[in-house]
């Protein structure tokens, strides 16, 4: 007899409760697209500082999307306050 793999083994290994096993895997993978692009503009930003105002937001973006992954209020708040920050 062999073993069958049930679906149940195919959950994400960062499920959350109270989120929903695909809500989390979006929120990761828009997590890991600003990671990448952060890392993309540093390179930029190397290059030229004209890229510098969207290096930044990035990091704010990412700080509020990691806040937002682990639904810490109090980080979510502060990632806010320093994106409004650096905006003016």
């Not at 990671?35 to 004209?50: E, S």
């Not at 510098?52 to 704010?60: G, N, T, V």
């Not at 502060?78 to 905006?87: G, L, M």
């Amino acid at each position: 007899m062999g073993v069958h793999v049930s679906t149940a083994y195919r959950m994400p290994l960062a499920f959350r409760p109270g989120m929903s096993a695909r809500a989390n895997t979006k929120a990761e993978r828009e997590l890991a697209r600003l990671r990448k692009a952060h890392a993309t503009v540093a390179q930029l930003v190397a290059i030229d500082l004209v890229y510098l105002p969207i290096f930044d937001r990035l990091e704010a973006e990412i700080a509020a999307a990691e806040a937002e992954l682990i639904k810490d209020p109090i980080a979510k708040a502060r990632a806010i306050a320093a994106s409004q920050r650096k905006r003016t």
